[in-house]
T-cell receptor, first 114, second 114 residues
Framework: GDSVTQMEGPVTLSEEAFLTINCTYT??????LFWYVQYPGEGLQLLLK?????DKGSNKGFEATYRKETTSFHLEKGSVQVSDSAVYFC?????????????FGSGTQLTVLP | DGGITQSPKYLFRKEGQNVTLSCEQN?????MYWYRQDPGQGLRLIYY???????QKGDIAEGYSVSREKKESFPLTVTSAQKNPTAFYLC?????????????FGNGTRLTVT
């Protein structure tokens, strides 16, 4: 079946540091890929997405590129802020992006220190 | 402002009691979902509904029940048959259950059963 593997946390960085959170996936078809973010005490919000190979999703300074050859969708940000502290979830949907088919990774806790 | 409202934020129950979690949305979305989140794990789908008066089991439906009598509302009942009910429950909606329709999440209900 489909699966998503994320780098284990927690990750602690200083403000303005470079962020990478690794995400790899296993899927039988051609999935759509997503990053969701969960701020403390809240639900998840869609951060960015990519629906086909070589697509780059971007939002709020975060980027991720859909790499079919390495089955990866790593999240990056050039300069993190304290307000980026949250849990980040990688997810895939193997049915053209249908929400009911979403498979989530286990989440990576990010803490950014001033 | 449109959104998803989950209530209550915290819920405590004794073992053996059924409990119902509320989820209301005013986004005019057709599809609604219930997820369970456990520490160190991704989200797991309990039930989803793509249209009023219809719903489908997700990956971990045992011990749960739902109803969808109105478009805006999708309550989840955690029954006494659920062996490990203590968890964080997230409700979500999307415009449709179709391709690339993004999920909008509520802020969750933390259920503790003792």
């Amino acid at each position: 079946g489909d699966s998503v593997t994320q780098m284990e946390g927690p990750v602690t960085l200083s403000e303005e540091a470079f962020l990478t959170i690794n995400c790899t996936y296993t899927a039988t078809g051609y999935p759509s890929l997503f990053w969701y973010v969960q701020y403390p005490g809240e639900g998840l919000q869609l951060l960015l997405k990519a629906t086909k190979a070589d697509d780059k999703g971007s939002n709020k300074g975060f980027e991720a590129t859909y790499r079919k050859e390495t089955t990866s969708f790593h999240l990056e940000k050039g300069s993190v802020q304290v307000s980026d502290s949250a849990v980040y979830f990688c997810a895939l949907s193997d049915r053209g992006g249908s929400a009911r088919q979403l498979t989530f990774g286990s989440g990576t806790q990010l803490t950014v220190l001033p | 402002d449109g959104g998803i409202t989950q209530s209550p934020k915290y819920l405590f129950r004794k073992e053996g009691q059924n409990v119902t979690l509320s989820c209301e949305q005013n986004l005019n979305h057709d599809a609604m979902y219930w997820y369970r989140q456990d520490p160190g794990q991704g989200l797991r789908l309990i039930y989803y509904s793509q249209i009023v008066n219809d719903f489908q089991k997700g990956d971990i439906a045992e011990g749960y029940s739902v109803s969808r009598e109105k478009k805006e509302s999708f309550p989840l009942t955690v029954t006494s048959a659920q062996k490990n009910p203590t968890a964080f429950y997230l409700c979500a909606s999307s415009a449709s259950g179709a391709d690339n329709s993004p999920l909008h999440f509520g802020n969750g209900t933390r259920l503790t059963v003792t």
